[in-house]
């Protein structure tokens, strides 16, 4: 498979706190990225996505930023509650590729 | 609407027999599915890509006579893990896209734990 099998990083926060999960994406030419949701023992939901045309995007409570130059994305929520306690995954897809690469994921914690 | 229906959702089995998974989109044709695999605590691995009415692509590494891929219809696609043993158990989790996996996002089946026993 392309994607790295690292056991994943954890953040915790408090509720009602920002998150702020970050993901480093390995091909230059990707230009579509996504975030997922991944609960426990279930598959993937949709968050947000952003094309590479565009460097931040805003949905409800979640922000997408991208930086091309160091090939880095970052996931943004708001007011973090504790159904937001899941694992995290960054995506990304390139123009003549149709398939898409998962990054290494990240598990946040949520505090009540 | 996108839903994504995977079946079945938990399956345990003796070692050399095989398992189907199927992966049905409900409400959409699915041009493409994709079907990875997730080991515990750790990322989803694309194992292959099929397309309706032909062969699925396979990434590197992965046995093609071990997973057999079918996508007879735009709605359906089955894996099949062919005599399986315990380093096969693990999640594996089936997506389906409306356009080929172009810059799209992808709408997830909700997984099957394989356990071999």
């Known amino acids: 498979g392309e994607s790295v099998g690292l056991h994943l990083p954890t953040l915790s926060v408090q509720e009602g706190d920002n998150s702020i999960i970050n993901c480093a994406y390995s091909n230059s030419a990707s230009d579509y990225f996504i975030w997922y949701k991944q609960e426990s023992g279930k598959g993937p939901q949709f968050i947000i996505d952003i094309r590479s045309n565009m460097d931040k995007r805003q949905g409800q409570r979640v922000t997408v930023l991208l930086n091309k130059t160091v090939k880095h994305l970052s996931l943004q929520i708001a007011a973090t509650q504790p159904g937001d306690s899941a694992v995290y995954f960054c995506?990304?897809?390139?123009?003549?590729?149709?398939?898409?690469?998962f990054g290494a994921g990240t598990r946040l914690f949520v505090k009540a | 609407g996108a839903v994504v229906s995977q079946h079945p959702s938990r399956v345990i089995c003796k070692s050399g027999t095989s398992v189907k998974i199927e992966c049905r989109s409900l409400d959409f044709q699915a041009t493409t599915m994709f079907w990875y695999r997730q080991f515990p605590k750790q990322s989803l691995m694309l194992m292959a890509t099929?397309?309706?009415?032909?062969?699925?692509?396979?990434e590197q590494g992965v046995e093609k006579d071990k997973f057999l891929i079918n996508h007879a219809s735009l709605t359906l696609s089955t894996l099949t893990v062919t005599s399986a043993h315990p380093e096969d158990s693990s999640f594996y989790i089936c997506s389906a896209s409306r356009t080929g996996g172009y810059n799209e996002k992808l709408f997830f089946g909700s997984g099957t734990q394989l356990s071999v026993l």
């Open positions: 995506a990304e897809n390139y123009t003549g590729g149709f398939k898409t690469i």
């Open positions: 099929s397309n309706e009415g032909s062969k699925a692509t396979y």
